[in-house]
């Protein structure tokens, strides 16, 4: 561990779209934010091509270039980015106590206001043809690409709500869905299940497994495997999406930090903050619900405001910074 503890005013955990809004909004306020990436510098949107839907941007986007341009707008004011993960918390109970963080298991930083924007990660089969083809057809976001597959037809694996309602929502767009269910029903609510039913484009194969992705560069074909009886089919398909849940990256708040069953931050009301003073949380990490890079940023940016109406209210800055926006 090092000697020097370096004292920020600004802590931002995470470099995806809610933590580089939160940082544009912080710096601009002059509360001289210093962000930690985390492994994956940009976040998730760095592991898709065309980003269609984020206003601003009439011919679309590819994700990385959008993610270099938010961290370009970010740097901009002031932000202090720097490529390493947090690695421990031990935060604060009292109003304008100090957040103790320690950066890459060495590196100590005490912060006044800490903004977590560490995402979450979707989860996949993790057979080599998926991965593979995760540039190339393979998605986990029905409702980011779902529009690339128009006409199309498509599969979809998963059993629960999200994959039913990702499901219907794909029969909007594509000519056909296949569901892809490992056991012999549906995890998903009974509504949703006769949602599901009632939609003419989508065939639902229960006991069905991804054997493997069909295609080179991209998605052509599912080969499908019945659980039960070993059998094999092979449909053609031009998108496959994964919904079988995401995992948000918040062990490390463990214990101190209130989440839900599955690790969401819950956050106050229609604030960032959560049960501790000074801590707030943004984007993916506390959305179980809409997981949009769009609805990111808006909590990013609200993440900054509450931050700095926290260091207001403490008097670490004065109450007019809060004009600058
Ligand atoms: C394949 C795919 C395609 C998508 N397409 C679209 C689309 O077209 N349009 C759209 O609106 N949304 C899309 N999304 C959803 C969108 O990417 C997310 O909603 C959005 O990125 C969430 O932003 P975030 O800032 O909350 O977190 P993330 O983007 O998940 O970023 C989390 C960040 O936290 C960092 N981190 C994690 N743990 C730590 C730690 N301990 N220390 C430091 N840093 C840490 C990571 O390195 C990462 O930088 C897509 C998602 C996927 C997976």
Do not use: W
């Not at 054997?211 to 495997?225: A, I, W, Y």
């Amino acid at each position: 561990m090092s000697d020097k503890i370096e004292r920020v005013k600004t802590l931002i955990i995470g470099s995806g779209p809610a933590g580089y809004t939160a940082a544009i909004y912080a710096a601009r306020a002059d509360l001289k934010p210093v962000m930690y990436t985390g492994m994956e510098p940009g976040g998730q949107l760095t592991t898709t091509t065309e980003v269609d839907n984020f206003p601003g941007y009439p011919e679309g986007i590819d994700g990385p270039t959008m993610m270099v341009q938010l961290q370009q707008q970010a740097e901009r004011f002031g932000t202090e980015v720097r490529i390493g993960m947090i690695t421990s918390v031990e935060f604060s109970k009292e109003k304008g106590g100090i957040h103790k963080v320690v950066a890459d298991n060495d590196k100590e930083i005490e912060a006044e206001t800490v903004i977590i924007s560490t995402g979450a990660s979707a989860k996949y089969l993790n057979l080599p043809s998926e991965q593979r083809l995760r540039c190339g057809g393979v998605s986990a976001c029905a409702v980011c690409d779902g529009f690339f597959y128009k006409g199309q037809d498509v599969a979809i694996v998963g059993a629960g709500d999200t994959a039913a309602e990702e499901a219907s929502y794909l029969a909007n767009i594509c000519n056909k869905v296949t569901m892809l269910v490992r056991r012999d029903e549906m995890r998903a609510s009974k509504a949703m299940q006769h949602r599901v039913n009632s939609i003419k484009n989508i065939e639902v194969r229960y006991n069905t497994e991804v054997d493997e992705v069909l295609g080179e560069q991209v998605v052509e074909g599912l080969r499908m495997v019945n659980n039960q009886t070993g059998e094999k089919e092979e449909i053609a398909i031009t998108g496959l999406f994964i919904a079988i849940g995401h995992k948000p990256n918040t062990d490390i708040f463990k214990g101190q930090l209130d989440m839900d069953e599955k690790g969401y931050l819950i956050t106050k009301g229609k604030s960032t903050k959560t049960n501790l003073p000074g801590v707030f949380a943004s984007g993916d990490a506390q959305d179980k619900e809409y997981r949009q890079a769009v609805t990111a940023a808006g909590t990013g940016c609200m993440a900054a405001l509450d931050a700095e109406r926290y260091l207001a209210s403490i008097g670490s800055v004065e109450e007019a910074v809060a004009d600058k926006y």
